[in-house]
């Protein structure tokens, strides 16, 4: 290789960060992520980085399209998110973002299992802190909760690299059969990062708790790298399939109700997560590339939607729909780059999420999975419903809630333009993206009748918002909670924790007084033959010492002579 390891210079800049300060720290933040694209452009395709360590090979860097794609875009995201968050003076936090986006690079080009878990667990020790930065009681009990529950994760993935290897002698990562216990661990590991239905609650719970720079980082990072690890390992399985279907469904209802919109918008994301584990499971050559693509426009929109609203809570101290309306007046700048966010999110022609969704639907309607296509293709109407329109219209438009408030900072401000730039180039050129791709990608994009069929699809749910907010009928926002998987561990876990120890309670004293009853006991034994007045303990005659000595010579001499 004629260059570095890409994560290299991401775990040197962190270390650098606690030793600068002001201007100085801030040139190291903006040099690594560019260092780093640098560096990408001397990583040649095919190119790797081993060691050796026991009886395995372990490839600590390989280089191929797929690993290319996902390690590029997200060096242009840590890019993004750093200069949104020039503004931050807090050495933990900066160092912990570029310690989390280096170890989600690290996992993207590890060529072995073990390299993957090292930094896969990485990810989940950095990016804590920056849900604990925000200093709140709420933020802390979500970062506690987001810990457990990917450390528990971390523990089901070990246990099935280690079965895994164990069955196949092998540690590459590479194409993984679901034929074994440690297979379907890996897959299961996978999927409470990449938020499978009734595993996805630690997102929704830790992401809008962090802070309001963080939570850009977080949408960037883990989710992605998870829907990295599916399409190396499991591309064409077909219970993702299913299971992508469900995540872009359930999630809608929730975020059609969330009064808080960095909430609603986890929630949309693992709508769109689901796409791209649809496309990954669906595994055609078209499908794996819309997957990709998806995943690359995701990144970029999703982190725009995301400064949008940091920057509201940077500058309000609120994103809670019920409290804003009428930014537009004082944040317009914000607001415009909202509305781009959301179109794109939303799959409008000309803006990056057409460009993507497009190939997967497209793909997964050729594999003949209609019910699947049917469910992608509600959730791609409904994407306006619950993001396109809300988001913008009740923080920077709707009812005035007469808030004024200066405009965003000029680094957020050049991170947003940034952004919203990069997601109409996108869309108003395809081909850029579609030439990174795994695959040769054959697919006219705007065709008329392609178009058109957007187009009547917006049109539809636009006209359907209209009618449901003039008959009163569209969900406002306001207080309240919303149950969801997470019920299951806040609520049921520790009430029948509760229920089997009051239970028990009883059956564990008698069990216990049993115990101590007998130990009582055997104490008093012990103590009355092998105390200080115990018969043991008694000093006997020299005389009557000899006899017995005596009579155990005897016994062994008959022993001898009688039966030896």
């Not at 190939?359 to 699947?372: H, K, N, Q, R, V």
């Amino acid at each position: 290789m004629s260059s570095v390891p890409p994560f290299l210079i991401f775990l040197v800049g962190a270390a650098l960060i606690p030793l600068t300060w002001g201007r100085l720290r801030q040139a190291v933040m903006l040099a690594v992520p560019i260092l780093g694209g640098l560096n990408l452009l001397y990583l040649g395709e095919g190119g790797s980085w081993a060691i050796g360590l026991f009886d395995y090979g372990l490839e600590l860097v390989r280089v191929d399209r797929l690993s290319l794609l996902f390690g590029g875009v997200f060096h242009l995201a840590t890019l993004l998110a750093v200069i949104f968050a020039l503004h931050v003076r807090d050495a933990t936090q900066q160092t912990a973002a570029l310690l989390y986006a280096g170890s989600t690079i690290g996992a993207v080009f590890a060529g072995d299992l073990v390299t993957l878990f090292v930094f896969w667990e990485m990810t989940v020790v950095t990016s804590v802190f920056l849900i604990l930065a925000r200093a709140t009681p709420r933020a802390q009990a979500a970062a506690m909760r987001y810990l457990l529950v990917q450390v528990t994760a971390g523990v089901i993935l070990l246990a099935g690299i280690l079965s895994h290897i164990r069955a196949t002698g092998d540690v590459t990562f590479g194409a993984i059969e679901l034929d074994g216990l440690g297979s379907w661990l890996i897959l299961l590991g996978f999927g409470f990062k990449a938020a499978f239905p009734l595993l996805h609650s630690w997102l929704t719970d830790a992401y809008p708790e962090a802070t309001p720079t963080g939570t850009v980082f977080l949408s960037v990072f883990s989710t992605k790298m998870a829907i990295y690890a599916l399409a190396r390992g499991f591309t064409g399985t077909e219970l993702l399939v299913y299971i992508g279907a469900v995540m872009t469904v359930f999630p809608v209802l929730y975020a059609i109700v969330e009064d808080d919109l960095r909430r609603l918008l986890s929630y949309s994301l693992i709508v769109q997560l689901g796409f791209m584990v649809c496309g990954i499971g669906v595994g055609s050559e078209l499908a794996l590339d819309g997957a990709t693509a998806h995943a690359v426009t995701h990144i970029l929109y999703k982190a725009l939607l995301f400064m949008t609203m940091g920057a509201v809570l940077h500058q309000v101290g609120t994103v809670k729909a019920s409290e804003l309306g009428g930014l537009a007046r004082s944040m317009p700048f914000t607001a415009g780059c909202c509305i781009i966010g959301a179109a794109s999110i939303s799959a409008a022609p000309l803006f990056s999420g057409f460009v993507s969704k497009a190939l997967i639907l497209t793909a997964t309607a050729e594999a003949g999975y209609d019910m699947s296509w049917l469910m992608l293709l509600f959730a791609s109407a409904c994407a306006l419903l619950y993001v396109g329109i809300r988001v913008p219209f009740l923080a920077f438009f709707g009812r005035d809630s007469g808030r004024r408030v200066p405009e965003a900072p000029l680094n957020m401000r050049i991170a947003m333009g940034l952004g919203a730039v990069l997601c109409i180039a996108i869309g108003v050129y395809p081909t850029g993206l579609y030439d990174l791709l795994p695959y040769e990608v054959h697919y006219h994009l705007y065709s008329a009748g392609h178009v058109l069929a957007s187009l009547q699809m917006l049109g539809v749910s636009a006209l359907a918002f209209a009618v449901l907010w003039l008959a009163g009928w569209y969900p406002l926002p306001g207080a309240g909670i919303t149950l969801d998987a997470e019920w299951i561990y806040r609520r049921v876990l520790p009430w029948t924790a509760r229920e089997f120890v009051a239970l028990f309670a009883p059956l564990d004293r008698a069990v216990r007084r049993v115990a101590l009853r007998v130990v009582r006991r055997f104490v008093v034994y012990i103590w009355r033959h092998h105390g200080p007045q115990g018969i043991l303990a008694a000093t006997l005659p020299a005389g009557n010492m000899v006899m017995w000595t005596l009579a155990v010579l005897a016994v062994v001499l008959v022993w001898v002579l009688y039966f030896l």
